[in-house]
């Protein structure tokens, strides 16, 4: 029979890419129940969609933090039978933790911790009691590696990963299986919204050394990273298909071969000294190549590096 699939986010980005990849599938294995906090959003997807809309994919609205809002959601659903969950809303925060205030914090972590543990609460249950079920969250390399002037956004993916890792296990037992996917940096408006917000704030708290740092050290080589490494959200709608499709789906899914390795320097030293002082090299002392180094793992990246991470065919 056809898999419900139940995804949040599908307004834009990612979201609305695995939703209208996997309400085309040619094989019409998936019933789509693509939701979004406002359904004053849903253009973009409707468009995209095409004349899957109405059919294999079907709109609802659900906002991850509150109660209410997803209680409502899966209750509308028929027998509240969602086969496959995909957690993928989420927001990002970047900047120097001096400026950023508790309430911004809260607002990250409320998004990206508490709204997928807020999902999988009131789903699990029920996937428990039909012995059967996938559970996925669209996490980051960011939830496997700290990323300066990242560390909120990332520690919220970390909370993500921990939380998962333990409830895999309990689940196995009953026939539930749990998937993380991390991707690298993706084109979508995620990035837009970061580059948008850091020219409109002033970094208020933090001392003139830090804000330059920031803005002028690594904004710039954060730019350079998307530009040469950025995979596009489709590709990683691709790799999250696949992943479901898998008859052993694995639990960590990274989409993007450049960073096996800089994941893999926190195993080679288990002190976490090579990791740091990677990435402060990288960042202080290697800043103006960056843009040619870039360009190199662009090149080494298209096909010849081999590494266990997943692409999308
Ligand atoms: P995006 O901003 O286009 O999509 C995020 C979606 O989540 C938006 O549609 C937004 O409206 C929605 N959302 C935010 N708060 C919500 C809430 N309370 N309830 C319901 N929906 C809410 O960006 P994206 O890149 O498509 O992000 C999707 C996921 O991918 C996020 O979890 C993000 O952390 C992750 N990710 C993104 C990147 C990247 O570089 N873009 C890299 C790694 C991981």
Redesign the pocket.
Known sequence: GQKVVLI????????LRIAVMLAKDEKKRYHVIAT??DLKRKDKLVQAAGDTYGKMLTLQT????SDESVKQCISSIKDRRVDVLIN?????LVGPVESISMDEMKKVFE??FF?VVRMIKEVMPDMKKRRGGHILV?S?VMGLQGVVFNDVYSASKFAMEGFCESLAVQLLKFNVTMSMIE????H????A?MVEDVSKKEYPGADPDTVHYFKNVYLPSSIDIFEALGQT?DHIAGCTKKVIESSRPRFRNMTNPLYTPIVALKHADETGGLSVHAFYNLLFNFGPLMHVTMNMIKCLTCGCLRSPTISPT
Do not use: W
């Open positions: 949040t986010g599908c307004s834009s980005g990612i979201g979004m906090r659900l906002d991850v933090c993928n809303a989420g927001i990002g998004t990206n709204g669209i980051s991707p690298g940096p993706v979508t408006e995620f990035e919204k959200p």
